[in-house]
């Protein structure tokens, strides 16, 4: 295989946005999901999908929103967005249980999934995690008229001050 190509590619519907996967190896065999880290794409796991096809397992990997060739144009990412992500390819294209393997922020999706979705993960491998202590909370949106009126007083006060 030449490059990032290996696998057989495809395209499911998460939500509004579309997301690229590819899957190499026996249908039959052990569901592994491979999940790439920050930067990368599932192309970064061309060597490993072909070493563990090659061993029996059938093999998926899947570009998290917003990398590789899965769509780009969102406001938010993080673990959780991923984490359904995943869920809904686990359910709709690989259709059972399976390994998670995660590369960096796919570690951290893999164990955000083990977490919230047990029944769809048969284990976790998490090669090197990111430390937790980095990811900031998603910033809690205030009610619409709390916007308005905090935009109101804003326009006040800088007509009022000189």
């Not at 190499?24 to 491979?34: D, F, H, N």
């Amino acid at each position: 295989m030449a490059g990032s190509d290996w696998g057989h590619q495809s395209w499911f519907q998460f939500e509004t946005w579309r997301c690229h996967w590819r899957q190499l190896g026996p249908a039959e065999g052990t569901a592994v999901v491979l999940l790439h880290g920050f930067g990368a794409s599932s192309g970064h796991w061309r060597s490993n999908a072909s070493a563990l096809a090659e061993e029996g397992y059938c093999v998926y990997a899947i570009d998290l929103l917003g990398f590789g060739a899965s769509d780009q144009n969102l406001k938010y990412l993080d673990n959780r967005l991923w984490s359904r992500q995943l869920q809904s390819f686990l359910s709709s294209v690989v259709g059972r249980p399976a390994l998670l393997v995660g590369n960096s922020i796919g570690a951290l999706v893999a164990l955000t999934t083990a977490v919230f979705a047990p029944d769809w993960v048969l284990a976790v491998v998490a090669a090197p995690l990111p430390d937790p202590t980095l990811l900031q909370p998603m910033p809690r949106r205030r009610k619409r008229w709390r916007r308005v009126w905090q935009r109101r007083l804003v326009l006040l006060v800088s007509r009022l001050l000189p």
